[in-house]
């Protein structure tokens, strides 16, 4: 099985913030990452898939950039709304596995 | 606007079988430009692929689960279900039905989820 390991963990932020979120992937995954946001009580939503593409509806702050076994996401401007949990896809090959999370709270 | 809805037990007896069914609405199922997805989170942790099922019935199963795991899809109901056999405590979990985009693999619309426990 692919192995993504997310980093920070955890990691605190004010509104107005830039921060990144870092991908690794166990062996190369091409561009086949995705990216999601979830909340508490909901299910995730996708923010980016193949890597860097925006999916429809998300706000242009939300950013993804990478290839192989390294990818990032990065939130140029922090919104109230963007405090939750995020998490990387990998979507190269079976199984298709997720990092541990990325929890992102209010400084 | 696509909806999914699972429904099922919330409570299952161990080394019972848990069963799951996702009605997709304001959209058809019987397509070939989705996978239709099983994906579950335990309670404070992570997400877990469970399998996805094509609409002819093509099924990709998590090898941790596949011994277990049993995907099937009603086009006629616009409805694909989920059978795990010989359930423990680790089973659970919130159970989520989502769909895949077979393009780009996504998952870009999920149920709400539903709570199984295993007890």
């Known amino acids: 099985d692919i192995q993504l390991t997310q980093s920070p963990s955890f990691l605190s932020a004010s509104v107005g913030d830039r921060v990144t979120i870092t991908c690794r992937a166990s062996?190369?995954?091409?561009?086949?990452l995705a990216w999601y946001q979830q909340k508490p009580g909901k299910a995730p939503k996708v923010l980016i898939y193949?890597?860097?593409t925006l999916q429809s509806g998300v706000p242009s702050r939300f950013t993804g950039s990478g290839s192989g076994t390294e990818f990032t996401l990065t939130i140029s401007s922090l919104q109230p709304e963007d405090f939750a949990t995020y998490y990387c896809?990998?979507?190269?090959?079976?199984?298709?596995?997720f990092g541990q999370g990325t929890r992102l709270e209010i400084k | 606007q696509v909806q999914l809805q699972e429904s099922g037990p919330g409570l299952v007896r161990p080394s019972q079988t848990l069963s799951l069914t996702c009605t997709v609405s304001?959209?058809?199922?019987?397509?070939?430009?989705?996978?239709w997805t099983w994906i579950r989170q335990p309670p404070g942790k992570g997400l877990e692929w469970i399998g996805y099922i094509y609409y002819s019935g093509t099924t990709q199963y998590n090898p941790s689960l596949m011994s277990r795991l049993t995907i099937s899809i009603d086009t006629s109901k616009n409805q694909f279900s989920l059978k795990l056999r010989s359930v423990t405590a680790a089973d659970t979990a919130v159970y989520y039905c989502?769909?895949?985009?077979?393009?780009?693999?996504?998952?870009?619309?999920w149920g709400q989820g539903t709570l199984v426990t295993v007890s």
């Open positions: 193949a890597a860097s």
């Open positions: 304001g959209g058809s199922i019987n397509s070939g430009d989705y996978y």
């Open positions: 989502a769909r895949a985009l077979r393009s780009d693999w996504q998952q870009d619309y």
């Open positions: 062996q190369g995954i091409s561009s086949y």
């Open positions: 896809q990998q979507l190269n090959s079976y199984p298709i596995t």
